[in-house]
């Protein structure tokens, strides 16, 4: 299993160009989830979703838009990329949210730099 | 919305000394509670995690977690650190049936050999 895997590593934006960040896991896990690291602020959580076609807001989801049309695939989309918005981005996937099944595993992150 | 805070932000040790980490929550329902690690140039992973039973929590290298419900909290320990467990570390929280996890904002663990 190749487990989550984000795409691309790395990516240099101006403001108010626009993109999309891959996630894909190959576990068949229902949950997958986006978030944030930004020094001093630990991971928030942009947005989540619990199934296919499913989808809610995290924390901060503001300037971002998610869909999940497959199990698989869980594509995080900047409209218009803002300096707020240079972070480095993590998709995590778990097999669901109750009891024992909402240990999450990490991709190796994206480092997004919005200039 | 829940909270998460990690009271240390950066520890410098020396190897075998005792590691403890602090955790508080706010949160007054039953919640899920996790310690994830991020080695240098890793994923983030899981390192333990309390869901129900015995809130003394065994992980992996030796970890350990307390689960003190009236204290709302969820400490980490480990009674001899080595120069290999300098990583950043994160507490989470998740409500028992909600969908949203919530992350303290890290502690970065240094060993010194």
């Known amino acids: 299993n190749a487990g989550v895997t984000q795409t691309p590593k790395f990516q240099v934006l101006k403001t108010g160009q626009s993109m999309t960040l891959q996630c894909a896991q190959d576990m068949n896990h229902e949950y997958m989830s986006w978030y944030r690291q930004d020094p001093g602020m630990g991971l928030r959580l942009i947005h989540y979703s619990v199934g296919a076609g499913i989808t809610d807001q995290g924390e901060v989801p503001n300037g971002y838009n998610v869909s999940r049309s497959t199990t698989e695939d869980f594509p995080l989309r900047l409209l218009s990329a803002a300096p707020s918005q240079t972070s480095v981005y993590f998709c995590a996937s778990s097999w669901g949210t109750g009891g024992n099944t909402d240990t999450q595993y990490f991709g190796p992150g994206t480092r997004l730099t919005v200039l | 919305a829940q909270s998460v805070s990690q009271h240390n932000h950066h520890v410098i040790l020396s190897e075998a000394a005792s590691l403890e980490l602090g955790c508080n929550y706010s949160y007054g329902g039953t919640v899920n509670l996790f310690w994830y690690v991020q080695y240098p140039g890793q994923h983030l992973q899981l390192l333990l995690k309390?869901?129900?039973?015995?809130?003394l929590v065994k992980g992996i290298k030796g970890f350990e977690a307390e689960f003190i419900k009236s204290k709302f909290s969820f400490n980490l320990r480990k009674p001899s650190v080595q120069w290999s467990d300098t990583a950043e570390y994160f507490c989470a929280v998740k409500s028992f049936t909600g969908n949203q996890f919530y992350f303290g904002t890290g502690t970065s663990l240094t060993v010194i050999p």
């Open positions: 309390y869901f129900s039973g015995d809130p």
